[in-house]
């Protein structure tokens, strides 16, 4: 596992697009972290757009094989809420961004044997921000090996800046999230990011990435994915408004995690509710959002 700190690590970042970050949760936050997961899948924690019932008798592991991904979990759950603040996480956001940074979307993937991965993206292709400091976290909450799922990066394809086009596939290896293509990469060039439970990979928004289908006949792949930016960025997330103009648009649903917010006087509002990722191998929940930023 590649791992690098302080100023090796922001050159590391810078050259690769992609860092490595041991022990970010320890074993009680990872404890924490998995009962939390089942107990969101449950329906316990609220409200979650596209969740179906939980029948009579179902056990933990039924009801995590029922998802694939629930969107925006740190809107439901104070530790969510908590670890996207870790502390070992801000230290490597501060070194590739800046001493502000704010976070705009959180994931948590539920990847279950025979669970689909997610075709080659780049995350700022859905999450637009204004100076390219888009940075995912991936917070694995199991082992994540080739043979259950784990993210597969082309190192360095994030220095050209360069947002390849996109399209829906037919590959029932992955979910309905459009693919990236057109880029001058072969798949043989790709690295596997198999990282401990406990472990994070930090990369860049521009950073060309997937995953596979969970193969793994018993083992899941949790993961706890968030999203970060500058704080001095402005966010067109969304279309603008009435009056308003693209060049000023932002989207003020965000979570400062470190530093301050020159907008802050703005205010913040909530907007972006949990909802369950569309998952082709599960067609009685609704696929809501399917062009929703996503991260394996």
Same mark, same amino acid.
């Given at each position: 596992?590649?791992?690098?700190?302080?100023?090796?690590?922001?050159?590391?970042?810078?050259?690769?697009?992609?860092?490595?970050?041991?022990?970010?949760?320890?074993?009680?936050?990872?404890?924490?972290?998995?009962?939390?997961?089942?107990?969101?899948?449950?329906?316990?924690?609220?409200?979650?757009?596209?969740?179906?019932?939980?029948?009579?008798?179902?056990?933990?592991?039924?009801?995590?094989?029922?998802?694939?991904?629930?969107?925006?979990?740190?809107?439901?759950?104070?530790?969510?809420?908590?670890?996207?603040?870790?502390?070992?996480?801000?230290?490597?956001?501060?070194?590739?961004?800046?001493?502000?940074?704010?976070?705009?979307?959180?994931?948590?993937?539920?990847?279950?044997?025979?669970?689909?991965?997610?075709?080659?993206?780049?995350?700022?292709?859905?999450?637009?921000?204004?100076?390219?400091?888009?940075?995912?976290?991936?917070?694995?909450?199991?082992?994540?090996?080739?043979?259950?799922?784990?993210?597969?990066?082309?190192?360095?394809?994030?220095?050209?800046?360069?947002?390849?086009?996109?399209?829906?596939?037919?590959?029932?290896?992955? *979910?309905?999230?459009?693919? =990236?293509?057109?880029?001058? &990469? /072969?798949?043989?060039?790709? %690295?596997? $990011?198999?990282? +401990?439970?406990?472990?994070?990979?930090?990369?860049?928004?521009?950073?060309?990435?997937?995953?596979?289908?969970?193969?793994?006949?018993?083992?899941?792949?949790?993961?706890?994915?968030?999203?970060?930016?500058?704080?001095?960025?402005?966010?067109?997330?969304?279309?603008?408004?009435?009056?308003?103009?693209?060049?000023?648009?932002?989207?003020? *649903?965000?979570?400062?995690? =470190?530093?301050?917010?020159? &907008? /802050?006087?703005?205010?913040? %509002?909530? $907007?972006?509710? +949990?909802?369950?990722?569309?998952?082709?191998?599960?067609?009685?929940?609704?696929?809501?959002?399917?062009?929703?930023?996503?991260?394996?």
């Amino acid at each position: 596992m590649r791992q690098a700190r302080g100023g090796s690590r922001a050159r590391e970042y810078a050259d690769h697009g992609f860092v490595t970050v041991p022990d970010v949760l320890d074993p009680a936050q990872l404890a924490a972290a998995r009962a939390e997961a089942t107990a969101a899948c449950r329906g316990r924690l609220g409200d979650v757009e596209g969740m179906a019932p939980i029948e009579r008798g179902d056990d933990d592991d039924a009801v995590l094989r029922r998802y694939l991904c629930i969107h925006f979990p740190h809107k439901l759950s104070p530790l969510f809420t908590e670890l996207a603040r870790t502390p070992a996480v801000v230290d490597v956001l501060t070194d590739v961004i800046g001493p502000n940074v704010k976070m705009m979307q959180s994931m948590l993937f539920i990847k279950a044997p025979g669970k689909p991965g997610q075709a080659w993206h780049q995350d700022e292709s859905h999450i637009p921000t204004r100076d390219r400091s888009l940075t995912a976290a991936w917070i694995a909450l199991d082992d994540a090996t080739t043979e259950n799922g784990c993210l597969w990066v082309m190192s360095g394809s994030h220095r050209p800046g360069v947002l390849h086009p996109v399209r829906s596939h037919g590959d029932a290896r992955f *979910d309905p999230t459009p693919e =990236a293509y057109g880029f001058d &990469y /072969a798949d043989d060039e790709a %690295v596997a $990011v198999e990282l +401990p439970a406990g472990a994070a990979v930090v990369f860049n928004g521009y950073l060309l990435h997937r995953s596979f289908p969970n193969d793994h006949p018993s083992r899941t792949r949790r993961a706890l994915v968030n999203h970060y930016m500058s704080a001095e960025s402005l966010l067109p997330w969304r279309p603008p408004g009435d009056g308003e103009k693209m060049a000023t648009t932002d989207c003020r *649903d965000v979570l400062v995690v =470190a530093g301050s917010d020159p &907008y /802050a006087a703005r205010g913040t %509002v909530d $907007v972006m509710k +949990p909802y369950i990722r569309a998952d082709p191998t599960a067609p009685a929940i609704r696929k809501l959002n399917a062009s929703a930023p996503s991260s394996a």
